[in-house]
């Protein structure tokens, strides 16, 4: 039996979610794919989860920046964060890692998770961000201490999307991807990679729409800007689609692509960790670069050990 850490796996952990409700009793309405219990019931997602595989989980993209000052945004953070932690704990066997959140609209906070919280705890395994925070890019000067601490610290971020809110057409299947691919020009424009040489970004959904336009990138962008759109490293999330993972892997190469699901999202009821799976099988590569891809690029990154 082949381990497989699953790298991008999402929890709506309950104490969060019930906080969360508390500010907006309408977030279900507006964000209908939480109200997937597998995202809440750890007993239920024990019951759907494959034996061979074991889960990096991190909070859906529900904020607490976006109701709340920064310091009470932060307080509810690290309760958050608390959370999360005693969930890997205590769930060790199925869980691999968690990934903190950051309140972004307190950034010495933020930064405090990635120096301490993180760095204090071995179960953690990075920060998530978003392509957009409080309306902005995830690139905008004001975030770039979080940026500039993660690499110094050697914590990686995980890059999730979100709806830009100024756009009246957003729609869970194609903006998203924009949205990640958007925000990956606006890092690499923004010079990160050079400025933070240690930066580590694993982005969600295969690197979103970049391998298809591998070209436009390569003859567009000056030569630096596109070697380092190579420098992300991206997850398996494309719910199968062998081709796409292809291309995926001809772009980033085998090194810089993680399984990640998803899960429990994307296929119901618990998500579509098996048709990734079994894509990867299929791909035409080594069994050596599958193992690579499984669990092992997963484990050099996070640090995580056999």
């Not at 409080?134 to 709806?163: M, N, Q, R, T, Y």
Request: with cysteine; charged share 20%; aromatic share 10%.
């Amino acid at each position: 039996m082949t381990l497989k850490i699953d790298a991008f796996a999402h929890v709506l952990l309950p104490e969060f979610y019930e906080k969360m409700l508390m500010l907006d009793k309408d977030l279900a309405k507006k964000m209908p794919f939480i109200q997937n219990s597998v995202l809440t019931d750890l007993q239920q997602r024990r019951k759907t989860m494959p034996a061979d595989t074991k889960q990096i989980i991190s909070y859906v993209n529900a904020n607490p920046e976006d109701y709340m000052a920064g310091k009470m945004a932060a307080l509810l953070v690290n309760k958050a964060n608390e959370e999360l932690l005693h969930t890997v704990r205590e769930n060790a066997d199925v869980f691999a890692g968690g990934v903190a959140m950051v309140a972004m609209n307190n950034i010495p906070e933020a930064v405090r998770v990635v120096e301490s919280f993180v760095a204090e705890h071995p179960e953690i395994s990075g920060i998530q961000l978003f392509t957009r925070h409080l309306g902005k890019s995830v690139a905008d000067p004001d975030f770039k201490p979080v940026f500039e601490a993660a690499a110094k610290a050697d914590v990686p971020i995980w890059l999730h999307p979100v709806f830009d809110t100024r756009k009246p057409d957003n729609n869970i299947i194609f903006s998203w991807e924009y949205e990640l691919t958007q925000a990956m020009l606006e890092i690499v424009q923004a010079g990160y990679f050079k400025k933070f040489p240690n930066l580590k970004i694993l982005v969600h959904h295969g690197g979103a729409m970049v391998p298809y336009f591998a070209g436009r990138i390569q003859y567009i962008l000056p030569q630096d800007q596109a070697d380092d759109f190579k420098k992300f490293y991206v997850d398996t999330a494309l719910l199968g689609n062998p081709k796409a993972l292809e291309l995926c892997l001809d772009y980033y190469g085998v090194d810089h692509v993680l399984f990640g699901t998803d899960a429990p999202l994307g296929i119901l009821p618990a998500g579509a960790t098996e048709v990734i799976a079994h894509a990867i099988e299929f791909l035409p590569i080594t069994s050596q670069e599958r193992r690579q891809i499984f669990s092992q690029n997963a484990q050099e990154l996070y640090q995580l050990g056999d």
